[in-house]
């Protein structure tokens, strides 16, 4: 059995490595042609034209994830702080599951939701499409909630229960212990949790895809349509060829890249914590 596991974790291994080997040779080779200062810096992105400038999608997968964290982070703290320590257990034995089945609901069902729902709301308001980066951001702050909720809970209740006792031996409210103690304990897991579901946020497609406008542009506000790095792939690769297909590739090493500094992060605090 020790040689059966071995062989299982050299397999995973070996495809990891696969995939990077294919991302980083097709990649490097599109961005060679282009030109790496002009793959990365370019705002034009015209296949036909040989223009390939990613810079507007890569401006725009950080400002949806930068609107997903401001609008969900805070709300899925203080959800994983009352259920940690102020949620009375029969309504935890209700509200815990509907948490885990949010992480299990589809991408495509919330970008349902956010067309059918977000969108009109936003278009009455606003006068506009309702298509944006305001619209993706409400919608990817919502997906990261129960990334954010679960790992920052496991933090909470990881802190020592003597030191939220002491607090109130020494004569703190529930609310200052929980918020001047316990928090600042578990910091490091809650930054872990934040920086999941950044993960989560960066590497979200198919709910874009049908909210954000997908226009290869910097966008110029929050009612502006965006694109970003996995739906500039996902919508061209279907059908692209040549110098095209390389430079896909290539947006794709970029998103990797990404995660890859994410999932550093995330080992940065774990060792930290």
Known sequence: MQAVFFAAACISVFAVALICVFLFKNGFAGISKIGAVEFLSGTVWKPRNGLFGILPMIVGS???TAGAVVLGVP??????????????????????PLVN???????????????????PIIQETFGTSGKGL????????????????????SAVRAVPESYYEGSLALGATREKSVFFVVIPAA????????????????GETMALIMIAGNQPKIPDGLLSGVRTLTANIVMEMGYASGLHREALIATAVVLFVFILIINLCVSALKGRG
């Open 62 to 64: 950080i400002y949806v």
């Open 75 to 96: 709300v899925g703290v203080l959800c994983a702080v009352y259920l940690a320590k102020f949620c009375p257990k029969a309504l935890y034995r209700v509200i815990k």
């Open 101 to 119: 089945l949010m992480a299990g609901i589809p991408s495509i069902v919330y970008g349902f939701f956010g067309l059918v729902v977000i969108v």
């Open 134 to 153: 305001l619209t993706a951001s409400i919608v990817l702050g919502i997906m990261i909630l129960p990334t954010v909720i679960s790992v920052s809970e």
């Open 187 to 202: 910091r490091s897991g809650i930054l872990a949790g934040v920086v999941l579901g950044i993960g989560r946020a960066i």
